[in-house]
Protein backbone atom coordinates (compact mmCIF):
# COMPACT_ATOMS: atom_id res chain seq x y z
CA UNK A 1 0.00 0.00 0.00
CA UNK A 2 1.28 3.21 -1.32
CA UNK A 3 1.21 6.42 1.39
CA UNK A 4 1.51 9.72 0.95
CA UNK A 5 5.07 10.25 1.97
CA UNK A 6 6.13 7.45 -0.64
CA UNK A 7 3.86 9.44 -3.56
CA UNK A 8 5.89 12.62 -2.80
CA UNK A 9 9.35 10.72 -2.78
CA UNK A 10 8.34 9.20 -6.45
CA UNK A 11 7.03 12.94 -7.56
CA UNK A 12 10.49 14.32 -5.95
CA UNK A 13 12.23 11.58 -8.11
CA UNK A 14 10.75 12.39 -10.93
CA UNK A 15 10.90 16.17 -11.13
CA UNK A 16 14.41 15.55 -10.60
CA UNK A 17 14.91 13.54 -13.68
CA UNK A 18 12.58 15.88 -15.69
CA UNK A 19 15.04 18.14 -14.82
CA UNK A 20 17.87 16.67 -15.47
CA UNK A 21 17.21 15.31 -18.62
CA UNK A 22 15.09 18.22 -20.10
CA UNK A 23 17.84 20.79 -19.41
CA UNK A 24 17.51 24.47 -19.56
CA UNK A 25 13.88 25.81 -20.35
CA UNK A 26 13.46 27.60 -23.73
CA UNK A 27 13.53 31.53 -23.68
CA UNK A 28 16.24 31.13 -20.05
CA UNK A 29 19.71 32.52 -20.59
CA UNK A 30 21.55 28.98 -20.63
CA UNK A 31 19.09 28.06 -23.24
CA UNK A 32 19.74 31.33 -25.35
CA UNK A 33 23.85 30.88 -24.65
CA UNK A 34 23.90 27.15 -25.70
CA UNK A 35 22.13 28.08 -29.06
CA UNK A 36 25.40 30.52 -29.95
CA UNK A 37 27.57 27.67 -28.88
CA UNK A 38 29.35 25.59 -31.58
CA UNK A 39 27.27 22.23 -31.38
CA UNK A 40 29.75 19.85 -30.38
CA UNK A 41 31.27 21.96 -27.67
CA UNK A 42 31.47 22.12 -23.48
CA UNK A 43 29.80 25.51 -23.34
CA UNK A 44 26.96 24.61 -25.16
CA UNK A 45 26.21 21.27 -23.43
CA UNK A 46 26.57 22.38 -20.18
CA UNK A 47 24.29 25.62 -20.87
CA UNK A 48 21.73 23.27 -22.43
CA UNK A 49 21.97 20.37 -19.36
CA UNK A 50 23.41 22.96 -16.89
CA UNK A 51 22.04 20.20 -13.93
CA UNK A 52 23.59 17.18 -16.61
CA UNK A 53 27.03 18.50 -16.38
CA UNK A 54 26.86 19.47 -12.79
CA UNK A 55 26.65 15.61 -12.05
CA UNK A 56 28.81 14.76 -14.82
CA UNK A 57 31.63 17.09 -13.02
CA UNK A 58 30.88 15.65 -9.08
CA UNK A 59 31.70 12.32 -10.37
CA UNK A 60 34.70 13.09 -12.41
CA UNK A 61 36.07 14.97 -9.38
CA UNK A 62 35.55 12.12 -6.74
CA UNK A 63 38.67 9.99 -6.85
CA UNK A 64 40.11 14.23 -6.78
CA UNK A 65 38.27 14.81 -3.40
CA UNK A 66 38.89 10.76 -2.06
CA UNK A 67 42.41 11.58 -3.02
CA UNK A 68 42.48 15.11 -1.20
CA UNK A 69 40.91 13.45 2.07
CA UNK A 70 43.84 10.87 1.74
CA UNK A 71 46.33 12.80 1.49
CA UNK A 72 45.49 15.15 4.70
CA UNK A 73 44.93 11.30 6.88
CA UNK A 74 41.39 12.72 7.38
CA UNK A 75 39.79 9.11 6.47
CA UNK A 76 41.80 7.44 9.46
CA UNK A 77 42.03 10.83 12.16
CA UNK A 78 39.08 12.83 11.55
CA UNK A 79 39.57 16.37 11.07
CA UNK A 80 41.51 18.15 13.72
CA UNK A 81 39.90 21.57 14.22
CA UNK A 82 42.64 22.48 16.27
CA UNK A 83 45.42 23.02 13.85
CA UNK A 84 43.69 23.82 9.85
CA UNK A 85 45.27 26.36 7.05
CA UNK A 86 48.42 26.66 9.09
CA UNK A 87 46.04 28.44 11.91
CA UNK A 88 46.30 26.85 15.16
CA UNK A 89 43.78 27.39 18.00
CA UNK A 90 42.84 26.18 21.80
CA UNK A 91 39.54 24.45 21.99
CA UNK A 92 37.54 27.59 23.94
CA UNK A 93 38.98 29.97 21.66
CA UNK A 94 36.38 32.31 19.31
CA UNK A 95 37.99 30.61 16.06
CA UNK A 96 38.11 27.07 17.05
CA UNK A 97 34.19 27.29 18.15
CA UNK A 98 33.58 29.33 14.65
CA UNK A 99 35.00 26.21 12.95
CA UNK A 100 32.83 24.13 14.96
CA UNK A 101 29.58 25.72 14.63
CA UNK A 102 30.29 26.61 11.46
CA UNK A 103 30.55 22.64 10.54
CA UNK A 104 26.74 22.27 12.33
CA UNK A 105 25.40 24.62 10.61
CA UNK A 106 27.06 23.03 7.12
CA UNK A 107 25.12 19.69 8.76
CA UNK A 108 22.21 21.24 9.63
CA UNK A 109 21.34 22.97 6.40
CA UNK A 110 22.54 20.21 4.45
CA UNK A 111 22.27 16.64 6.38
CA UNK A 112 23.73 14.88 3.03
CA UNK A 113 27.31 16.84 3.21
CA UNK A 114 30.42 14.69 3.16
CA UNK A 115 34.18 15.31 4.73
CA UNK A 116 34.76 16.84 1.54
CA UNK A 117 32.30 19.86 2.06
CA UNK A 118 33.59 20.10 5.40
CA UNK A 119 37.36 20.26 4.39
CA UNK A 120 35.93 22.98 1.61
CA UNK A 121 34.30 24.38 3.94
CA UNK A 122 37.63 25.15 6.67
CA UNK A 123 39.50 26.02 3.60
CA UNK A 124 37.44 29.07 3.21
CA UNK A 125 36.56 29.52 6.73
CA UNK A 126 40.92 30.15 7.04
CA UNK A 127 40.96 32.08 4.18
CA UNK A 128 38.25 34.27 6.01
CA UNK A 129 40.03 34.68 9.14
CA UNK A 130 43.57 35.24 7.11
CA UNK A 131 41.76 38.34 5.05
CA UNK A 132 40.49 39.06 7.84
CA UNK A 133 43.69 39.59 10.07
CA UNK A 134 46.15 40.69 7.14
CA UNK A 135 43.22 43.40 6.77
CA UNK A 136 42.89 44.15 10.30
CA UNK A 137 39.20 43.43 10.40
CA UNK A 138 37.29 42.84 13.72
CA UNK A 139 34.88 40.29 13.56
CA UNK A 140 31.93 42.76 13.81
CA UNK A 141 33.28 44.16 10.91
CA UNK A 142 33.20 40.84 8.84
CA UNK A 143 29.27 40.51 9.93
CA UNK A 144 28.53 44.00 9.09
Same mark, same amino acid.
Given at each position: M???????? @?? #?????????? +???P? %??? $????????????V?R????????????????????R??? @?? #?????????? +?Q??? %??E $???G???Y???????????????W????????????????? #??A????????????
Amino acid at each position: MSTHSDRDW @LS #ERRSFLAALL +LGAPR %GSL $CHQASTWAPLFSVQRWSCRYPLLYELWCELCNAPRRILG @LH #EIGAEDNGID +LQVWG %GRE $CRAGDAEYRSRSEGIQNLQKRRPWAGLSDVVTFLEGHAWGV #EFAAHNQCKPKQIAE
